[in-house]
């Protein structure tokens, strides 16, 4: 899954009620540090119990990130992405062109 994370520009997550962490820690086996590489755009929507991304005490690094929207997680805290540049959020002009472009065309995966 890792080398997933290298190519990954855009990620969305959507209404899954009872996720709390986007990545979940395999067998006890936490990781210090996690890098999207790529990852220039992350989208959360709808998610009621999410708190955090991975794990608070680790490290969460995506060097290009430029956007981050987050709707209706009233308990997430957003991480510190590790760039220089400041990440534009909620930038509701760029939200709308994403969804236009993904909607129609997204795979949607079920949380259980």
Not at 43 to 57: E, G, M, P, R, S
Not at 59 to 71: A, K, T, W, Y
Not at 94 to 108: G, S, T
Request: net charge negative; aromatic share 10%; proline share 4%.
């Amino acid at each position: 899954m890792s080398q997933g994370f290298s190519k990954l520009e855009e990620l969305w997550v959507e209404d899954c009620s009872d996720l709390d962490e986007i990545i979940q820690k395999n067998g006890g086996i936490t990781l210090d540090k996690i890098t999207f590489p790529r990852l220039k755009t992350l989208a959360l929507q709808n998610l009621a119990h999410l708190v955090n991304f991975y794990d608070a005490n680790s490290s969460l690094e995506c060097p290009f990130m430029e956007h981050l929207h987050v709707r209706d997680c009233p308990n997430f805290v957003a991480p510190n992405f590790h760039r220089s540049k400041q990440v534009h959020l909620n930038d509701e002009r760029h939200y709308n062109l994403l969804k236009k472009r993904y909607v129609p065309i997204m795979v949607f995966l079920t949380c259980e």
